[in-house]
């Protein structure tokens, strides 16, 4: 995680040509220096690779770390969910959450950005949420700057820092075998954005149910959706209208779940009666709209708060972090069994 930190403020001065005292002003935004100077400093800064080591301040008087979240998920609720979780735990320990959606344009990422940010506002570690956890050039930057950070739910096989997720692979696969248990024999999939890992993952968990059951998927029961509300109306929609539709759609979060079930009902049918809807996520979202939805509970919160307290021990015992490997949790899931599944009609 972290580096050790070996670039002074007298080597950026030095980089500048100025004084290590214009040095300390530019780092506490004091209005009386030049706008010529403080470009000059903050691009001394960035050559030299070097960020301010307010840690040790902090420690001192046991203030709280400065925590950078960046995020680029189509997912209202899971974002609400995880950002309820890390102010909670930001409050709870003292640390201030600073929160980012580094972006030029809707899929390029702004590395400049980003490591601007650590030097102008002092983050001292980075929680990265999905999907951008399995962007290579933006860990390729982490590891550059030395920053401490945890990605959230990164793809198991390729990556070897600290992380916090789950096991979405178990988790599909269990649900997927709850709607064949039922008596589904035509379970449908909404998945979602390729992009992100967790697509991946549960599609893979709905295969090796359907396997374990001596089944064939069928391409004709996979939707395509994006993590969004509209996407999971608008792949319902197929679903609906095909001359064998589903009994059954396992949509991959909730918010396409609570889409399909919209499509639903404009479509004269019933939930669960003529079509049964489960979801993922169990965010706000599963048990707010009508019928409440049989989902997976992730544990968004949990994962936030276990995030933090990662990042807090990574920060403040750089002994214990560098004599340990990097921090691997994984926690458990549970099938949330509400009123949007049911047998299909005639098996009830």
Known sequence: MNKKQTTTIKDVAEFAAVSPMTVSRVLNNHDFVKESTRRRVQDAMRALNYRPNLMARNLAGRSGLFIGLIYRNPSYGYLSEFLLGALSTCRRLGHNLIVEEPFLDRNMVDLELIERRFLDTSIQALIVVPPLSDDPQLIDVLERTGISYVCVSPRLNSYAGASVGMNDTDAARE????????????????????????????LIGYQQALEARGMALDPELIGEGDFTYVSGMHAAKKLVDRERRPTAIFASNDDMAAGAITCIHQSGLRVPEDLSVVGFDDTATASA???????????????????IETLERGVRGPEAKNAAPPEKLRLPYDLVIRESAAPPAGKG
């Open 289 to 307: 709209i009508w019928p409440p939805l049989t989902t997976i509970r992730q544990p968004i919160r949990e994962m936030a708060n276990a995030a």
């Open 175 to 202: 649900m997927t075998d709850y709607l064949l248990g039922l008596g589904h024999e035509r379970v449908a999939l909404i998945k979602g954005p390729p992009d992100h890992r967790a697509s991946e993952l549960r």
